[in-house]
């Protein structure tokens, strides 16, 4: 019998650290933040990871093995469940700032680990039932657009100049927030507008899914007023803001400085290993299940988590995803480590393949 989702159950390592920070209180409240961006940070550091690969006869079994799925499942029920003891414990009467802010922030670790980054994995699966969890998921994070986005246009155009989740060179994090997160959003309405458009149908049809999400999103926050109180919404609205942060931050350590070359000044040529930042380091991976394999996942964007590869040719983060969104928050030092990277690789056979 194979067990190898069992190291996958580390994962569930975090829904205990974020409920710890939720309902004990007290400096607890910041449990979260020290075991995602200190404590893993910190262990990483000593950590390189493994670069195997599974065989073909390897893949084709744990591609079909139900037990990964049902890993990624579970997460949708498990991030409902926290959100509502989030919106419970936040609303307390007499709760000090601090504590609401830390509160806050294990909720918001919470919509960027499990709320979207798990989205993300079912939302490139092809069954209705898998991108409904999607954006379920997504909802608790009010980025629905994301499904959007995310598989009809990064895919397209990521590591471009027309990709608003493509980090540019010498582009900080927080220029990138402002241009991903409107422009991403903007995107998903164009994008949709234009395949309405296909089927003769006007942008307010509620065939269109942008408008469908939004009235779902502002649905849920008048509930969330009307049950738990305004200051409660606005602390949902600041942990999913947190949430969506955190996604846009693991965007921009991704594919930052990486660009695809045209093809007779016209066309973008086809996206490679070369195109994404890679990680291998152990506790990122199964904490983001194999979300750090980002090289393969951009090359077949439809292979499950699980069977995720390695390649050689491939640019490798000098440390693991939470150290490197750490480092990303201070541009001195991330363009000194980064851009002392880039040209490293580009001395490389695979990175002398870059625009």
């Given at each position: 019998m194979n067990f190898r989702f069992l190291k996958y159950m580390s994962a569930f390592l975090s829904v205990v650290v974020i409920l710890v920070s939720i309902t004990v209180g007290g400096p607890w409240v910041f449990f979260a933040v020290f075991y995602a961006f200190m404590l893993i940070p910190f262990l990483e550091l000593f950590m390189q990871g493994s670069d195997e690969n599974y065989s073909k006869s390897e893949e084709e079994v744990l591609k079909k093995d139900f037990k990964f799925d049902l890993l990624v499942w579970m997460i949708v029920p498990v991030q409902w469940i926290m959100?509502?003891?989030?919106?419970?414990?936040?609303?307390?009467?007499?709760?000090?700032?601090?504590?609401?802010?830390?509160?806050?922030?294990?909720?918001?670790?919470s919509c960027g680990v499990f709320g979207i980054n798990?989205?993300?994995?079912?939302?490139?699966?092809?069954?209705?039932?898998?991108?409904?969890?999607?954006?379920?998921?997504?909802?608790?994070?009010?980025?629905?657009?994301?499904?959007?986005?995310?598989?009809?246009?990064?895919?397209?155009?990521?590591?471009?100049?027309?990709?608003?989740?493509?980090?540019?060179?010498?582009?900080?994090?927080?220029?990138?927030?402002?241009?991903?997160?409107?422009?991403?959003?903007?995107?998903?309405?164009?994008?949709?507008?234009?395949?309405?458009?296909?089927?003769?149908?006007?942008?307010?049809?509620?065939?269109?899914?942008?408008?469908?999400?939004?009235?779902?999103?502002?649905?849920?926050?008048?509930?969330?007023?009307?049950?738990?109180?305004?200051?409660?919404?606005?602390?949902?609205?600041?942990?999913?803001?947190?949430?969506?942060?955190?996604?846009?931050?693991?965007?921009?350590?991704?594919?930052?400085?990486?660009?695809?070359?045209?093809?007779?000044?016209?066309?973008?040529?086809?996206?490679?290993?070369?195109?994404?930042w890679n990680s291998d380091h152990p506790i990122g991976r199964l904490m983001l299940f194999e979300l750090t394999r980002h090289s393969d996942h951009h090359y077949m964007a439809s292979r499950k988590y699980q069977v995720l590869r390695h390649f050689d040719q491939s640019p490798q983060m000098p440390t693991g995803y939470p150290g490197m969104m750490v480092l990303s928050l201070f541009p001195p030092l991330w363009f000194k480590v980064m851009h002392t990277h880039i040209e490293k690789y580009k001395a490389t056979e695979g990175g002398a393949a870059l625009a």
């Open positions: 959100m509502f003891v989030f919106l419970t414990h936040v609303g307390r009467a007499g709760l000090p700032l601090w504590e609401r802010i830390g509160l806050i922030s294990a909720f918001g670790i798990v989205a993300h994995e079912l939302g490139h699966r092809n069954t209705w039932y898998e991108q409904y969890l999607s954006k379920v998921l997504l909802l608790t994070s009010l980025y629905m657009h994301f499904f959007i986005e995310h598989n009809r246009g990064h895919h397209k155009n990521v590591s471009t100049d027309e990709d608003p989740a493509s980090s540019r060179r010498g582009e900080t994090v927080y220029a990138f927030w402002i241009r991903s997160v409107t422009t991403s959003w903007t995107d998903a309405w164009k994008l949709e507008n234009d395949r309405l458009a296909k089927l003769s149908l006007p942008w307010y049809s509620f065939r269109n899914e942008m408008l469908i999400y939004q009235i779902i999103q502002i649905t849920m926050l008048v509930l969330i007023a009307v049950f738990f109180g305004w200051k409660v919404m606005l602390a949902f609205i600041a942990a999913a803001t947190v949430g969506f942060l955190l996604l846009e931050t693991v965007n921009y350590i991704e594919h930052y400085g990486l660009r695809r070359k045209k093809i007779d000044g016209e066309y973008y040529e086809k996206v490679m290993p070369v195109h994404s």
